[in-house]
């Protein structure tokens, strides 16, 4: 791990580095559509961590695929996914919230009259 390894730029960079160790770019693997698939997967096996009640250090990887991911699709559709985040939680910590069949939703509800 890395000294700073908290910091957004060195775990961006980090998941860089594994997309030109295998040539992402030209291979295919930074296309939209292969790497929604590829989260989608990720997702089913975070989905099947707690479902199936596996130890969290399980779950923890998992997560963590997903994230790296969520990283290299920043990087393959060169957004600012760091700005972003910021921009939509500013959004999301002005919005509110409402238990809904027992559970806590935080949207823009709009209510149907
Ligand atoms: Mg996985």
Same mark, same amino acid.
């Given at each position: 791990?890395? =000294?700073?390894?908290?910091?957004?730029?060195? $775990?961006?960079?980090?998941?860089?580095?594994?997309?030109?160790?295998?040539?992402?770019?030209?291979?295919?693997?930074?296309?939209?559509?292969?790497?929604?698939?590829?989260?989608?997967?990720e997702l089913?096996e975070l989905?099947?961590c707690?479902?199936?009640?596996?130890?969290?250090?399980q779950l923890g990887e998992e997560l963590a695929d997903l994230l790296i %991911?969520?990283?290299?699709?920043?990087?393959?559709?060169? %957004? =600012?996914?760091?700005?972003?985040?910021?921009?939509?939680?500013?959004? %999301? $910590?002005?919005?509110?919230?409402?238990?809904?069949?027992?559970?806590?939703?935080?949207?823009?509800?709009? =209510?149907?009259?």
């Amino acid at each position: 791990m890395p =000294d700073n390894d908290d910091s957004w730029a060195a $775990m961006l960079a980090a998941v860089r580095r594994f997309h030109e160790k295998h040539d992402f770019r030209a291979t295919g693997g930074e296309e939209l559509t292969h790497r929604v698939a590829l989260m989608a997967e990720e997702l089913g096996e975070l989905s099947a961590c707690v479902t199936k009640g596996t130890n969290r250090e399980q779950l923890g990887e998992e997560l963590a695929d997903l994230l790296i %991911l969520v990283m290299g699709t920043d990087i393959a559709a060169d %957004l =600012d996914l760091r700005k972003a985040f910021w921009t939509k939680m500013e959004r %999301l $910590m002005q919005r509110e919230s409402r238990v809904i069949d027992g559970r806590i939703r935080v949207s823009e509800f709009r =209510d149907v009259d």
